[in-house]
């Protein structure tokens, strides 16, 4: 790095409604300074795209401020320090942190963990030991209370957080059902993932397919997408099911009021209950999931899947759109080169 | 009791659409019978209206089975023995059970409880002594887990169960806002119940007024509406705030698909729960919050307010839709007189 080298920022250029478009995006670009006293500066390798982006782009309260207008979208990544003015770092750490959809990011390091590359690729800190893997980690066992024996249902279920959700409950043991978007993926759940039913929601007919492959219902229903798929699983609610929101990605993009689960009342018939989460609530437990995460990815036993796009910074508005028509496998990843 | 007292009787014709009609009712008359060994026979003195009666009408899988078309009409009632082949129970006893729309019930004792009528009228066990009260009781304390310090808000507040929701958040310390329709209701909370703020939902903007009374958010809401008050509810949740689904009065006449919570997404934005609650499986607890329950009701800390229409079992299917016109405060009970 000098001081000449220029760094390539996405920024949010207004509000979308409904999907985001090219208008709602600006790219700029800007000297990378030296770092301050205590700063340092990293290069960013792989960008984390997520559902929950489009979320953030939105005006108004909601678990996180929303990303202001003309800033640099909001994301995590990983990236290697390229200059330091921070004791605590040193040029040549692998480091995760919410750098921003950016070439480089000049930071305090607050927030920033270093990361050992040596074990699994860098981009896996995006994945399974990153957000999605503690979403899904804490998500199943404990917004979940996971059981002995339980079916547990997951929907997105080829995506970052499904597939470890469904992984995660195979390895305790538990009877798993899968809903994705086509045959691969589905194909991909059951043969590669170990999933016991997968239930391609573009081509089968979800709630006879739910029905038969969980006869007695459904103890537990990792919902990440929301609309017509959480009704459907309501009607097949076990007694005492539990239902963990951890998103709505059918809903993200609505420009008509948000589709509420019309079957809400299974819930009385089921004693069952429906329980929001975010995953950063956990921070202080991620190296217990980390480790334990780690440990089962070392066995072979835990699969983490990056789906990665390699690009520049300026391909940032398009991958996203992956996410939202579903062209993903796992976790998608733009990797700058 | 003669051989031939008769017993006037309501029983089911057929399923409603909507509103319960002249025509799913069908009045009939049978000589009662001399209890058969290890029977007894009540004449009926109170017949409890429950908002829960609308869904027992309907066909298809709920957390009881439906009458049947024919059957006399579900309904708890208070009595007194006139008849006994059965040890446990003796002529002149009182008695609660699930006797029907009927003027005699002929049973074999199962689920028949005696009750004391020395300290409080017989009504007051199909209200706050009865399954109202039970479910008042365990739906806030247990799955509300109310909490010292907690923003308790209920719909239906002048309802048999909502007065009792709000009067045992009082007693535990707690701030309490009831929803109810129209100004006698809400001045009847507020200077009788003691609650800190009714709403009256025919006559207030909820929202501008949930927002006032409550600006730190709710803890606990209880809901017995569903609908609109309950997407109104679920924009002003305090972080961790659990919402106990008791039932959805405003939902149970409808002749569209019943409309599911379009706000459900604050759930996560609040780590929020929502949970379905049938009263029954605390069965084995009721001693305890009887005993509790009619601590209070002695010591002038609980209301229990029965609205008591005088008439025959022919006024059943009238006095039934005051419920869903809102006609009532407290606990609906048709006396036969």
Redesign the interface.
Known sequence: MTTSTINHQVRLASRPVGLPTADNWELTEEPVPAPADGQLVVKVTDISLDPAMRGWMNAG???IPPVEIGAVMRAGAVGTVVASANPAFAVGDSVYGSFGVQEYAVTSGRGVEKIDTSVVPAATYLAALGMPGMTAYFGLLDVGRLKDGDTVLVSGAAGAVGSIVGQIAKIKGCRVIGIAGGAEKCAWLTDELGFDVAIDYKGQDVKAALRDAAPDGVDVYFDNV?GEIL?IALTRLARGARIV????VS?YNVTE??????????????????????VF?YADRYPEAIAQMAGWLAEGRLISREDIVEGTVADFPDVLLRLFSGANTGKLVLALR
């Open positions: 309260k909601s678990y929301g009704d929101i951890c998103g709505a809903q009021p948000v589709k509420g689960p019309s079957n809400y009342l299974a819930l009385l018939v089921a004693r069952a209950s429906m329980t929001g989460m975010v609530d």
